[in-house]
């Protein structure tokens, strides 16, 4: 695994966040397998089965939010051959309603990426998982 493959897959960790922040759906889809077996579970449980699903899902929430900010902390990178790679790491996702309610949430995601030939590192597999932020909570 060489540093080049570390760094590339922490560009595209950062380049997914702000394409999300930014509620830019196109640019968003291109760092993703954007195929019918591609999975996606969000925090709650919601299993979008192939791009579409999520893609739709996705369009939903950016039409009716007003603002999101992700962010991303502490990822753990394994690369495997130099062409495939598991990433765990912790997530925070405020978002703001057009009535400026926020709701934030988090907890820890994992991913699988795969280099595909000529092109660069995507997503094939997302799972979310939320922890409990209840204040006071033990």
């Known amino acids: 695994m060489s540093s080049g493959t570390i760094k590339a897959i922490e ?4 380049e997914i966040r702000q394409a999300f922040n930014s509620q830019d759906l196109k640019t968003f889809r291109s760092y993703f397998w ?3 077996k591609f ?3 969000d925090h709650s449980g919601r299993l979008d089965q192939g791009w579409g699903a999520f893609e739709e899902a996705l369009d939903q929430e950016f039409r009716y939010l007003d603002n999101v900010k992700l962010s991303f902390k502490n990822p753990r990178i394994q690369v495997f051959e130099d062409r495939f790679s598991s990433v765990v790491l912790e ?3 405020l978002q703001v309603d057009p ?3 926020e709701v934030e949430t988090g907890g820890h995601l994992s991913m699988a990426l795969v280099l595909f030939p000529g092109k660069d590192w995507r997503v ?6 939320s922890l409990n932020q ?3 909570a033990t």
Not at 124 to 129: A, E, I, N, Q
């Open 11 to 14: 560009d595209r960790l950062r």
């Open 34 to 36: 954007t195929n019918p």
């Open 39 to 41: 999975l996606h579970i």
């Open 91 to 93: 997530w925070n996702l």
């Open 99 to 101: 009535t400026g309610h």
């Open 124 to 129: 094939v597999t997302s799972h979310f998982t």
């Open 134 to 136: 209840t204040p006071g």
